[in-house]
Antibody, heavy 118, light 107 residues
Framework: EVQLVESGGGLIQPGGSLRLSCAAS????????MSWVRQAPGKGLEWVSI???????YYADSVKGRFTISRDSAKNTLYLQMNSLRAEDTAVYYC????????????WGQGTLVTVSS | AIQMTQSPSSLSASVGDRVTITCRAS??????LGWYQQKPGKAPKLLIY???SLQSGVPSRFSGSGSGTDFTLTISSLQPEDFATYYC?????????FGQGTKVEIK
């Protein structure tokens, strides 16, 4: 059974750093396209970043240069390193995997809340 | 970035109603579009991929259509468990962008 479990969220001051983790089971993270999607409180969904099975990465303009997506094959875990955090980064962060044949985001984690505030 | 405009932003409907939600892209995106359902406090759920393909396990009352710039999600007979917010997503090019969402409420 596919499972995605995020962790690492919390309260952080503006300018601070945080690393989110997404522990996967039931499939191999490094063999799939994996993304982070976020949702500010009471707002819509925003795609944040993707890492391809081959290792290529892409980012939303709003986080480019501040966030880094990565993975650890041994731990079967996806990460999002977030630096220079701003109040507008406050959101629930979801990790999601792609399936086959164009099935974008066929499985999602439960989300982890990041609050950027002084 | 490609803008995805969903309409309506909200609607009220009754059980058994046929519901249609549209999504318009600011430029052509072929059929690189998906539809997601989200209930309060939960992660989104994939309903439709590549504009018209039904995700495994999703009831057949959900259908998608469209290509290029105009897309539609249809629920043929609304059920109590379908009251939720629906989002479209274009993955034609980066940055991928979601529509602003359509909240389907009980009339």
């Amino acid at each position: 059974e596919v499972q995605l479990v995020e962790s690492g969220g919390g309260l952080i001051q503006p300018g601070g750093s945080l690393r989110l983790s997404c522990a996967a089971s039931g499939f191999t993270v490094s063999s799939n396209y994996m993304s982070w999607v976020r949702q500010a409180p009471g707002k819509g969904l925003e795609w944040v970043s993707i890492i391809y099975s081959g290792g290529s990465t892409y980012y939303a303009d709003s986080v480019k240069g501040r966030f880094t997506i990565s993975r650890d094959s041994a731990k079967n875990t996806l990460y999002l390193q977030m630096n220079s955090l701003r109040a507008e980064d406050t959101a629930v962060y979801y990790c999601a995997k792609d399936g086959d044949s164009g099935t974008r985001f066929d499985y999602w984690g439960q989300g982890t809340l990041v609050t950027v505030s002084s | 970035a490609i803008q995805m405009t969903q309409s309506p932003s909200s609607l009220s409907a009754s059980v058994g109603d046929r519901v249609t939600i549209t999504c318009r892209a600011s430029q052509g995106i072929r059929n690189d579009l998906g539809w997601y359902q989200q209930k309060p406090g939960k992660a989104p759920k994939l309903l439709i991929y590549t504009a018209s393909s039904l995700q495994s396990g999703v009831p057949s009352r959900f259908s998608g259509s469209g290509s290029g710039t105009d897309f539609t999600l249809t629920i043929s007979s609304l059920q109590p468990e379908d009251f939720a917010t629906y989002y479209c997503l274009q993955d034609y090019n980066y940055p991928w962008t979601f529509g602003q969402g359509t909240k389907v409420e009980i009339k």
